[in-house]
């Protein structure tokens, strides 16, 4: 094996690939709202210019050549060439977008060059003046090395070039003798004479080599400051010749400077970290505290003597563990800012597409979510604040007669309180339209009359399945498309959603989301001769059922009242078909549990106590259990299921409906 | 690839080591490198919707573990649990489960050139989950495929509880 296997740096070549297209993301919108920051500009670039570099290097080509494309416009714009017009940034944020396609593509094998991406990339080779429009019409022929006329070399030293004894007219000196070399100076980044520091360099080049020399040769020049510039060499051909093989013989130039990346910087204080490690440590932690609870129950049976030490040790102990356990969960917890950070383009382009105002006002970014918590909020607001700009907020001319300003502000905020993390989504819209939602949930009989209800109850309809799929058309706000489906995802994980609207000023979504899913507080619970964990979040209230409050149904159900309704009655017992003695409705404990707003009642046989339960998978090893979400280890070490409310919730439907 | 490949089946492969267990009077081989631990026998707790076979999960170092009973993954009649009862935990493409067996008797080495497929010879047990037999000193030991214990019939009820719990074909 004397090839070294490149395979094995794909998957960092794409996270970092992905960052830096966010990056990019990020400064193009901030570019497109008007700011004039030079380093934006270079941060387009120094992405664009770093996922060629990598993707060339792993012989991603058709990335390479489109990506390459990209920076030649980018450099355009950074060398002043070009000024940095709405047209740019639009071309540049859809390259992202087909960027990111194309990278997916190439990681999973297929080829990344599809029919939208050439056409993207016959627009950038349109957009960028001069010689790269011909090498990328054809994308695929064979380079014949020998059409080479010439080299064209952008040169940009870092400013610190000049300290390390580098001098750039020794280096073309040395490209003059290779052929007749022709040398632009960009002096733009000269600062005023009493700002210059005589030891940086600020100027950068442009060269033209007309010879056709070995790129070896070109590049042995600049080894010396490899990684102290920013350098592309670029071949010029006769004939049209392919892009990608170019791109294809210039990583050695290109990946080293991926370093050098600000973004890259400003994540240094940061470590990717495989979720497999943290995953190991967080279920060893998990065995101490166990380990610890069990050493407590030695509490009573030691010496009298030894006793207080053991106890002054257990106390250390316990703390002790609950402060690894906190830092170690810390490991999983990510700024939501992950993922906010897609809503400022999401905004855009929606605002764009209806011809509204829209300010997006993000806060607490940097509030801390798990990493799983994170990963599956992501649609739900997106959901949410493509209803927002959709829905919620008026056209300008509506809102100016309305008597508010023509732009309407959607603001997106994290925060926490108490244990839990709050995520609001609030518009400063019309508000949802009360008599519109009630006369719908009339139509669909859903209620029978809405005289009396409050407004949030009102509002509550809105999450209802399949409420608005019809409203769309009416008058009616429009809010509902798929909120039930929102509302689903939030409770998956153990969340909350609450609407607040104020006809005319606005509509404001709550969600309330658990900090972590790895640890529940659940009510442990006997049946039969086995303990089940019932997650508290979903829990309503226990109740003990007198025999005359329950009812039998036809096909051997049981309903029971509860307050001024008639719920089910779900016998765990037999449901997960335990051992034991089955027990008549007052001898046990229902647990009225409610999961997508349905509410049933569990019947156990006692309750245990409640208790922090560290959440285990059984499919890691084993298989979903329908019923059952995972499991948790008890103090005396053996293995508990946790019930899966949601599930049951599902189970009986299905039983009613069969 | 094509040359490893020929390069490798022309060297000669080395023996196997094979962890002995028994289950009534005969003897099987577990493949040593699958086997990660060997305990006692400790109760379970049962999981619902598992297949008898299933005697429930354990706790191996905070990672939640299924465990089998060989004798009833065969369809033999279940023994009562004694001193010598184990359960021999194994690794089978990243998974772990448990393999509970009357008891562990040996290490043996099994050379390839050794093993024989298994003949149709009406056994206990189902020659499906068979990889060969071998003679170890007189004894026959039938060599075990691991992977799939935890297998066929599992695919099917995965299948089946995926399919029911979809409530939006019910509703």
């Known amino acids: 094996m004397s090839k070294v296997d490149l395979a094995q740096f794909h998957k960092a070549f794409y996270e970092e690939s992905l960052d830096g297209l966010d990056a990019m993301e990020q400064a193009l919108l901030a570019l497109d709202e008007g700011a004039e920051d030079p380093e934006l500009i270079n941060v387009v670039f120094r992405a664009a210019h770093s996922i060629k570099g990598g993707a060339a290097t792993f012989g991603f080509t058709d990335v390479a050549a489109f990506t390459h494309v990209a920076e030649n416009l980018m450099d355009e714009v950074r060398s002043g060439r070009r000024p940095m017009a709405k047209a740019v940034v639009e071309l540049l944020l859809r390259s992202g977008d087909t960027v990111r396609d194309m990278l997916s593509l190439s990681m999973t094998g297929q080829p990344a060059a599809t029919a939208e991406s050439q056409a993207l990339l016959a627009e950038l080779s349109a957009m960028v003046s001069g010689h790269a429009v011909a090498p990328v019409a054809v994308a695929k022929a064979a380079a014949p090395t020998e059409a080479i006329e010439g ?46 520091d005589a030891e ?78 943290i995953d190991t440590l967080i279920n060893l932690v998990g065995e101490l505290v166990i380990t610890q609870s069990m050493l407590s129950q030695f509490n009573d049976g030691v010496d009298a003597s030894q006793l207080e030490m053991l106890r002054h040790g257990l106390a250390q102990l316990g703390r002790h563990t609950r402060e690894l356990q906190e830092s170690v969960m810390s490991i999983r917890m990510l700024p939501i800012s992950t ?70 502000t959607l603001r997106l905020e994290a925060f926490h309180r108490g244990g839990s993390i709050v995520v609001e989504v609030a518009d400063n819209g019309a508000g949802l339209n009360r008599d519109a939602i009630v006369a719908k949930a009339i139509q669909r009989g859903i209620i029978a009359t809405g005289e009396g209800m409050s407004d949030e109850a009102v509002a509550d309809l809105i999450f209802e399945a399949g409420f608005s799929t019809a409203a769309a058309t009416t008058d009616l706000s429009g809010r509902g498309v798929g909120m039930d489906v929102v509302r689903r995802n939030v409770m998956d994980l153990g969340g909350t959603v609450a609407i607040r609207s104020v006809q005319g000023s606005g509509t404001t979504f709550t969600i309330t989301l658990p900090l972590t899913l790895a640890i529940i507080d659940g009510l442990t619970a006997a049946v039969g001769e086995e303990i089940y964990i019932v997650p508290l979040v979903s829990i309503i209230e226990s109740v003990q059922v007198k025999p005359d409050t329950v009812r039998s ?89 946790i019930a899966d409310v949601t599930g049951l919730v599902r189970m009986q439907a299905r039983r009613k409906a069969a | 690839m094509n040359q490893q490949a020929s390069s490798a089946s022309a060297l000669p492969e080395e023996a196997a080591q094979y962890l002995t267990v028994n289950l009534g009077n005969e003897e099987y081989g577990v493949d040593i490198l699958a086997v990660r631990e060997i305990r006692g026998w400790t109760p379970v707790t049962r999981i619902p919707q598992a297949p008898d076979y299933v005697l429930g999960v354990l706790n191996l170092r905070g990672a939640i573990v299924p465990v089998l009973d060989l004798r009833l993954r065969f369809g033999l009649a279940r023994e009562e649990y004694t001193a010598t009862t184990v359960t021999v935990i194994v690794m089978v493409n990243g998974r772990q489960f448990g393999v509970v067996v009357d008891a ?68």
Not at chain 1, 378 to 392: K, M, Q, T
Not at chain 1, 570 to 593: M, N, P, S, T, Y
Not at chain 2, 111 to 131: F, H, S
Request: net charge negative; with cysteine; glycine share 8%.
């Open chain 1, 151 to 196: 080299w064209d070399i952008a040169f940009r030293p870092f400013d610190y070039l000049l300290k390390s004894g580098n001098d750039p007219a020794r280096m073309f000196r040395e490209l003059e003798a290779l052929g007749p070399l022709a040398v632009t100076c960009d002096a733009s980044k000269l600062p005023a004479l009493a700002e210059m």
């Open chain 1, 200 to 277: 940086s360099s600020y100027l950068g080049w442009t060269l033209r080599l007309d010879a056709g020399a070995k790129r070896a040769a070109v590049e042995g020049v600049f080894d010396w400051v490899d990684g102290d510039c920013d350098l592309t060499v670029t071949p010029r051909i006769a004939a049209p010749a392919p892009v990608a093989e170019v791109v294809a013989a210039a990583p050695a130039a290109a990946a080293p400077r991926a370093v050098r990346d600000p973004a890259a910087n400003s994540e240094s204080s940061s470590v990717r970290v495989g979720i497999e490690k």
């Open chain 1, 339 to 408: 993922v906010f950070n897609r809503f400022p383009r999401l905004v855009r382009d929606l605002a764009q597409k209806l011809d509204k105002k829209v300010v997006l006002d993000m806060r607490g970014e940097t509030t801390e979510l798990d990493k799983t918590v994170l990963e599956k909020i992501g649609d739900p607001l997106v959901h949410l604040v493509r209803n927002a700009i959709d829905h919620g907020l008026e056209m300008p001319d509506k809102r100016l007669a309305a008597g508010k300003g023509d732009t309407g």
């Open chain 1, 553 to 641: 149904v036809a096909g051997g159900g049981e309903l029971f009242r509860f307050r001024d309704n008639w719920l089910p009655i779900v016998r765990l017992f037999d449901v997960f078909g335990c051992a034991g003695q089955r027990r008549a409705v007052d001898e046990g404990i229902v647990i009225v549990v409610e999961g997508e707003g349905t509410r049933i009642g569990l019947f156990v046989d006692e309750l245990i106590g409640q208790q922090q339960a560290v959440v285990k998978s059984l499919e890691a090893n084993y298989r979903r259990v329908t019923g059952i979400s995972g499991a948790t280890i008890l103090a005396d070490g053996s293995v508990a299921l």
């Open chain 2, 104 to 171: 562990v008797s040996d290490v043996v080495e099994v050379a390839p050139g050794d093993v024989r497929p298994v003949p149709d010879m009406g056994t206990t047990v189902d020659t499906e989950y068979l990889k060969g037999l071998t003679s170890v000193a007189e004894r026959m030991v039938l060599l075990l495929d691991v992977d799939r214990l935890l297998q066929p019939q599992d695919a099917q009820m995965l299948e089946a509880a995926l399919a029911s719990t979809d409530v939006k074909a019910v509703a």
